[in-house]
């Protein structure tokens, strides 16, 4: 019964990820310079709210683990994209746009890793400002 509700709870969780996934999507599409920026944009905002939601939010609102794994596996999982990406990626290099090529990848791996660190150092920080105002409250 356990493995019935986690799997439903990631399936509701990446509806709305696959949903918010496309309308993002539609959004960037209207930019056409050939440049993958909603996947760039969703491949970033994931990295830096990934963590956000594991350290933070989870503690903060003591969330259950079903809500966890529903919000990160699924909403977060389905909103993020590793294969449009590699299939942006290849596109670049196929159509000889070296340059937009070297930026998306230096941009997707190093802007992902700086805004999960982002996300980490974020989460403390709330973290610590929440139980120093707590602790000066009482």
Do not use: C
Request: aromatic content about 16%.
């Amino acid at each position: 019964m356990q493995r019935l509700i986690s799997f439903l709870a990631v399936f509701v969780g990446a509806l709305f990820g696959g949903g918010f996934r496309y309308l993002i999507g539609l959004v960037f599409q209207s930019y056409g310079s050939g440049f993958p920026l909603g996947t760039l944009f969703v491949n970033l905002t994931g990295a830096l709210l990934l963590p956000l939601l594991i350290h933070y939010l989870h503690d903060r609102f003591n969330l259950s683990a079903e809500i966890v794994l529903s919000l990160s596996s699924g909403l977060l999982g389905a909103y993020t994209t590793f294969s449009t990406f590699t299939a942006d990626t290849q596109r670049l290099f196929a159509s000889n746009q070296f340059s937009f090529l070297a930026l998306y990848l230096l941009a997707t791996m190093i802007g992902g890793f700086l805004l999960a660190l982002l996300g980490n150092y974020l989460a403390a920080y709330l973290a610590r400002r929440e139980y120093f105002q707590r602790k000066k409250e009482n």
